[in-house]
């Protein structure tokens, strides 16, 4: 038998979500207490839950054949991954944030915002002609308006609790942002027909 086809799963608020869809098409999978290595119980699927933006690392390194990530984070490393499958779930948006009731507006033509997505953020207002000032945070990007880091953010909204929490709100939504199941294009080739099934059963 071959060795067990090998997932990376982005830890965090989407790992409740993609367990809950494998576990209801029969691949349940437990993780032990802060354990980051899982099978699944026939053993044909190995996990790791990995740092979201880690992710594509471990699977351009080929370390996992498969991984399941958002677009946002696909998009900033930019590697050529096949795209197996989109999931009907974990779904947010992109968008322009900054501090309530403040007026969106170019400055000298000129728009400066902090963000975790830099690469995003760049080639955005840049194929729009706008001319950008990216600075890079690693998270509660939020704070930036508040304490006057950066008049704007570009950051992903799923409820919007945390931008009303902090009195910002939505200036523009920039794009829609899916959820995808993702192949190694090398991995994909070598393992074409248990991979195959696999997308079938997670489609389901
Ligand atoms: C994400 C995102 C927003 C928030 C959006 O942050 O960067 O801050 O969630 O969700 P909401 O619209 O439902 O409030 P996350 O909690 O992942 O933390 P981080 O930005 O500090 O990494
Ligand atoms: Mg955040």
């Given at each position: 038998m071959n060795s067990p086809l090998t997932l990376a799963l982005p830890k965090g608020r989407l790992t409740d979500q993609v367990l809950e869809r494998m576990e209801t098409v029969g691949l349940k999978v437990e993780f032990e207490k802060r354990k980051l290595v899982a099978y699944d119980a026939d053993g044909r699927i190995k996990i790791f839950l990995v740092k979201n933006a880690d992710l594509p690392v471990y699977v351009n390194n080929g370390i996992a054949g498969l991984g399941v990530c958002g677009e946002d984070v696909l998009y900033e490393h930019g590697y050529p991954f096949v795209k197996l499958h989109t999931f009907d779930f974990g779904s947010t948006a992109m968008c322009l944030a900054?501090?309530?009731?403040?007026?969106?507006?170019?400055?000298?033509?000129?728009i400066k915002v902090a963000s975790k997505f830099t690469r995003f953020s760049r080639d955005y207002f840049h194929e729009r002609g706008i001319p950008v000032e990216v600075i890079k945070l690693n998270g509660s990007v939020e704070l930036a308006p508040v304490l006057g880091l950066t008049p704007y953010i570009v950051d992903l909204v799923e409820t919007g609790n945390t931008l009303k929490a902090n009195n910002l709100e939505v200036l523009e939504k920039l794009a829609e942002i899916r959820v995808h199941l993702i192949a190694n294009p090398a991995y994909f080739k070598l393992r074409f027909q248990e991979i195959r099934e696999f997308v079938d059963t997670v489609k389901g």
């Amino acid at each position: 038998m071959n060795s067990p086809l090998t997932l990376a799963l982005p830890k965090g608020r989407l790992t409740d979500q993609v367990l809950e869809r494998m576990e209801t098409v029969g691949l349940k999978v437990e993780f032990e207490k802060r354990k980051l290595v899982a099978y699944d119980a026939d053993g044909r699927i190995k996990i790791f839950l990995v740092k979201n933006a880690d992710l594509p690392v471990y699977v351009n390194n080929g370390i996992a054949g498969l991984g399941v990530c958002g677009e946002d984070v696909l998009y900033e490393h930019g590697y050529p991954f096949v795209k197996l499958h989109t999931f009907d779930f974990g779904s947010t948006a992109m968008c322009l944030a900054g501090k309530k009731g403040a007026r969106f507006s170019l400055n000298n033509g000129m728009i400066k915002v902090a963000s975790k997505f830099t690469r995003f953020s760049r080639d955005y207002f840049h194929e729009r002609g706008i001319p950008v000032e990216v600075i890079k945070l690693n998270g509660s990007v939020e704070l930036a308006p508040v304490l006057g880091l950066t008049p704007y953010i570009v950051d992903l909204v799923e409820t919007g609790n945390t931008l009303k929490a902090n009195n910002l709100e939505v200036l523009e939504k920039l794009a829609e942002i899916r959820v995808h199941l993702i192949a190694n294009p090398a991995y994909f080739k070598l393992r074409f027909q248990e991979i195959r099934e696999f997308v079938d059963t997670v489609k389901g």
